[in-house]
């Protein structure tokens, strides 16, 4: 009942559609989503997550998760970073894909929703040492679109890697357009 709820919003109130497949058996992987312009983005594909019925995670501060507010970021696919004893981002969010049977990390990795001239490459470090494929997410305004891209595996050579990922968001506008990264 809840994911009708959903899918008639996404299509039928909100007017959006999905393009491309999410394989369900994958059950670990980085989702890069872009461009991120606009503070919509968040709810828009916390809709269309609800929508496809797909789980879908983001990590925050532990701190995030206490009282009161602690259940509602797991509900919504939240699960805490821990970076006590010493370990970097990338190391404590490969321990949590270690820990879990299905884990499914979206990230925008413009990092804000300021305009950038460089992507954080935290999501391509992430994928690496989890062992975890990457799939791209387009948000695009423009065409009012949710597209998910094709697995990539991390091959090591991240220029190379970059530029195969980057095809996928080419001709995608973002709510603010000016604010997206340019591809080049």
């Not at 709810?43 to 501060?61: E, F, H, Q």
């Not at 949590?96 to 460089?118: C, H, Y």
């Not at 992430?126 to 791209?136: D, G, H, S």
Request: glycine fraction near 12%.
């Amino acid at each position: 009942m809840k994911k009708q709820i959903y899918k008639w919003i996404f299509f039928n109130l909100m007017g959006w559609k999905i393009e491309g497949d999410f394989d369900e058996k994958i059950k670990k992987c980085v989702l890069i989503v872009m461009p991120h312009t606009s503070w919509h983005d968040f709810y828009i594909a916390i809709i269309c997550r609800g929508a496809t019925g797909i789980d879908i995670n983001w990590v925050g501060k532990k701190e995030l998760f206490g009282f009161p507010f602690g259940w509602f970021f797991k509900y919504l696919g939240g699960a805490p970073l821990d970076r006590t004893g010493g370990l970097n981002k990338v190391d404590s969010i490969a321990a949590i894909f270690d820990s879990k049977e299905t884990f499914r990390l979206g990230l925008a990795p413009e990092g804000t929703r300021k305009k950038v001239e460089e992507l954080k490459t935290g999501f391509y470090y992430i994928a690496l040492k989890a062992k975890v494929p990457i799939i791209t997410v387009a948000l695009d305004f423009g065409k009012k679109t949710i597209g998910f891209g094709k697995p990539v595996i991390p091959s090591g050579n991240i220029d190379s890697d970059l530029a195969l990922l980057m095809t996928h968001f080419i001709g995608v506008t973002g709510k603010f357009p000016e604010k997206g990264f340019q591809i080049k």
